[in-house]
């Protein structure tokens, strides 16, 4: 008698490799372009499986961005735990927030769903995106102000700001269609005009914010 052994791969496993196949997917074919069927085809399951871990090709798109953020967040935590000062702490956040946005999987993915006209879900990223980093923001910003380094008094008002400039870069950042700045000098300006902005912005000393040139 012969039995057929199923593998059950660890549910945590399994999520990460359809976040990776349809994060491959959307880079490759578009969001679009891609569905569910080309998804769990690339991963070799059932569309059932699918829809255990997640709602809709939506929901995954969602999940894919938040892990990038989280990532984003562990990395400034760790930065933190080493008892940096808050200056070096904001410098890092906003650095790897706009790198995220711009150069990594979630910015690319970005410029694929703006192409696409995907207007409402671009702005739905967005804004998980900003809730996500809120609270590691918000802790570097109390400890700013404690140590009389930053100058903030409405938080969530300063948070819809940072917003704003943020945007502001990235869309200055990108004037072809589609495409990134290439001229380093350009990218420098712009960069040199958020660090001013933020700096008010926060109330912190003129020239503390440097924001780096990520001109491949």
């Given at each position: 008698m012969f039995?057929?052994?199923?593998?059950t791969k660890d549910p945590e496993i399994r999520q990460a490799e359809l976040m990776d196949a349809a994060q491959e997917l959307f880079m490759m074919l578009g969001y679009q372009q891609t569905t569910v069927s080309t998804i769990v085809k690339k991963v070799?399951?059932?569309q059932g499986t699918f829809y255990y871990y997640f709602a809709s090709k939506e929901a995954i798109l969602e999940a894919i961005f938040a892990r990038h953020v989280t990532n984003m967040i562990l990395e400034v935590q760790a930065f933190y735990s080493e008892q940096n000062s808050?200056?070096?702490?904001?410098?890092l956040f906003f650095n790897l927030f706009y790198k995220l946005c711009y150069y990594d999987q979630p910015g690319l993915i970005g410029k694929i769903l703006y192409?696409?006209?995907?207007?409402?879900?671009i702005n739905k990223l967005w804004r998980q995106m900003l809730f996500i980093t809120k609270p590691i923001l918000r802790r570097i910003l109390e400890q700013g102000n404690q140590e009389g380094l930053t100058n903030v008094i409405h938080m969530d008002e300063t948070f819809s700001f940072f917003a704003?400039?943020?945007?502001?870069?990235?869309?200055s950042s990108s004037p072809l269609e589609f495409g990134h700045e290439v001229d380093p000098i350009i990218v420098k300006n712009k960069l040199k005009i958020a660090e001013k902005l933020i700096e008010n912005l926060l109330g912190a000393p003129v020239g503390s914010i440097h924001?780096?040139?990520?001109?491949?």
């Open positions: 039995f057929i052994i199923r593998i070799g399951v059932a808050v200056l070096e702490k904001l410098q192409k696409e006209k995907q207007g409402p879900l704003g400039i943020m945007g502001a870069l990235l869309e924001l780096e040139t990520l001109v491949p």
